[in-house]
């Protein structure tokens, strides 16, 4: 007993003084103790968490166990969030440039001059070039939504999100097919084909969790089709490590087995789907032994899957993934992903995909307003309807169906350094490492060069930010509260855990603040985040008060397929309201509605062949990643980093501080190079500086290295000039009708 | 009376290394120095591989070498068949060290004591609740409780599934035990 008590004294001797000895002092002295739960933002995930804080430091995260989906889990980032808030590199103050751009020489100001100064030096531009010509980049979440809001205010319409380069094909397909987005039921699946979708690495904890749990179960099937042995391949029941790029070549065949063979859901498709010939023209002549030269997957191989699937179908998910980044042709290749899915008829139905089940839907579904709603303050502010720089959702441009939201990064430099359609002046960032996660460095740093003037809001001085005139330090997560987010059937909130360290503030009150100092700001309704979430709860301060207290609220309400009967059964025992719209059949059909413009899911697109000709169904245009280099460089997620973010934090950099190139061992050894060897990688956007890592993992035509190393800003200490910045050999043209980034590039290999 | 068991199923570990972090924040263990990281290893040659995600700390041995060893009497067993170190008595002489066959045992550099996983007894397990390592493990590949508690998780998981037990032959029985990974390998 005495040995216990000294125990749980003494195991607490250690301390933070090895992250921040400054930030640190009093860390775990007995005291006031208090669970905060808030949601986490090491990366966009958004994973309910619950911090623990003692006397005021956060000294613990774990999931919120009030989230059922997830519990306690969080990942290695998402536990780090506490050494990010501690790591004494982070940016405390506002800094104003001394020294050249891109120097490093700064000096610190208060808050007054810094806001002063960007206030009074966007209204002399806007005076002089006009609103338009600043432009604004954002990473994904609120601060996206904080900044385009003042961005509108302000008059650009050049706002961009990090959309293009990573999630926007897949969200633009799904709209283009089924008019909105889906979710996977990977829970109830059987049969899941994942084309390199990464769950494990680029960890979404509820999806991760689910698809591991899938992938041990005995009765269930994954297929992993990636050129490398990542650990979703590792955990795989059948791996095929298909050529980079070829994924489309596979679909088509498949599907091309499909049609061939009679082997989809006829019923269905003739029900809820249009253009089912077109299909059919597009896939007369990719059959498997069309593919097998291309994808280096036999015809036997892809006969027997395309059984396997059909025979487990429809509780199947044909995984469209999230970095829809691969090749130029991506748009086919997640069409024919969506479209695969169609055939075999796993939509609403258990185990396959399904549209989500928010508070608004289930509302809708039953026909009372039983569960609250929320207001959006921000709906106000409309994008200029002023041409933008990338030219998108204008006809005739190749970016139309692009969100003149979320725009295309890529699109940036390119029209800085043309001056067309006309000349920007002014770079507003928030959050977003423009030079590090998008392609063709080489061209954004001369543009950079030729502007008068750039702001960055981030946490840490990196990349983007080093190159900036003014850079304003916005609190952590852990230091600020923010708006209501909509989670599963519920609500959740990121809630402040800790006091600011430093002299920092929300992303919410920079904007806000500048809106106001600039007179910009009738639109707004609102002056403090507390007056906006209020404005969203609608004045139901039980709600808040509970996302306050618990962090999450959610409603059990039983889960709902629209074309399942027993779980439509199971729903009307709770909600009798739905009793006379079930069909004879058992089904809700009169409830399934798709917002295309056919209101069917659409094989083939209308709207994309009139402005893309040949775009509307699926076609193999350019999907070569090669482009006669002798291999493709692929990239990827990590468990322990987030793209380009927490590499510099000290508990996540002990655990990886470096990123060698993946590449295989015995076609390395055939060019005569030993594991830890210096070499190029070139082609004709740039070169980048590697360490070779050999491993069997891999295709002997593909490299592959994990995303977010190689920076040049001495500030992020632990991280200076190592590794490489992959995006530095990617060229800025963008993937066809989705403008995506193009993230599979071929290379050659030059002895360093 | 309690004893504690952990497992950790391979085939659920994808290797995240979120237990590490956990442990090392809940536990304030500093940089250079860890109680568990898990280890992947990729056998095979292309397209012919298997990748085994193994975890590295302290088994919790019932017949632990480390305590036998131990001069001072810093390393003891609670009944409970949790082995701890007393800070206070530990004089860094590092026979555990040596002596552990398991390679669990490091110099804490801040405190200067022998350190090693410790089930997380004094901090969390002996106010009922789980170690940090399982708590945060987003696949749920540890599973953590008491095996004389006939309706325990980890009784469960013994009853259903073939948990092995690692370097069993050299007899200092662990409790923490793995259940192999089965994957792997290329069906085509
Ligand atoms: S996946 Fe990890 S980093 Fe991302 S939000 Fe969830 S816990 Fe945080
Ligand atoms: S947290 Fe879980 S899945 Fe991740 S490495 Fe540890 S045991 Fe494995
Ligand atoms: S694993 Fe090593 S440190 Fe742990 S009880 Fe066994 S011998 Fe001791
Ligand atoms: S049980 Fe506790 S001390 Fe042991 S590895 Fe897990 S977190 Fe660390």
Redesign the pocket.
Known sequence: MQRREFLKGSAFLGSLACINPVLSANAFTKGDKKSVFSV????????P?EISVKDNKGVFIN?NPKFSTNKT???A???A?INQLYDKNRLIKPLIRVGKRGENKWREASWDEALNLVATKLNEIKEKHGASSVIFTSKAGESHTHMSNFACAYGSPNIFSHYSSCPITYNMVLEHTYGGGLSRDFANAKYIVNFGHNLFEG???SDAKKLAKFAAASDTKLLVLEPRFSVVAAKADEWLPIKPGTDVAFLMALIHIWLRDEKYDKEFVNEYCIGLDELKASVKDTSPKWQESITGISADTIERIADEIYKAAPKVVIDWGHKTTTTYAEYQRTRAIAIANALMGNYEKKGGIHTSKNTNTLNKIIGEDIFPTLDNPSNVFKVPNTPRIDGAGEVGNKNYFVSRKHGVLMDIAPAILSKKPYPIKAWVNTRFNHLVNVANVNESLKAINELDFIVSIDIYLNDFSNLADVVLPESSYLERDESIATIGNGYYMRNKAVEVIGDTKSGFDIFRKLASMMKIDELYTYTTIDEYRMQQAKGNVDLLANLKKDGIVTYKVPSLYLREPKTIKEFAKTYPQIKDKIDSNGELSSLINFKTPSKKIELFIEKVENLFPTHGCLNTTDYDVFKNHEFCLTSGKTPIH?NAHTQNIPILNELMSESPVWINETKAKELGFKDGDLVYLENEFGKIQVKLMLTQGIRPDTLFIYHGFGRNTPALKNIHEIGANDSIVLGSRSGYVCSTMVTNIGVDIKRA | MKKFVMIHDENLCIGCEACSVACKNENQIPSGVFRVQVHAKMKGVFPNLQTDFTRASCVMCEDSPCVSVCPTGASFKLANGITLIDENLCVSCKYCILACPYNARFLNPITKAIDKCTFCYPNRVSDGLTPACVSVCPTDALIFGDINDNNSEVNKVLASKSVEYPKAHLGTKPKLGFIKNTKGGRYE
């Open positions: 986490c933002e090491m990366c966009s995930t958004r994973c968490i999931g889990s969080v990942c980032r998402g536990g969030g960890i979404v904890i987030t």
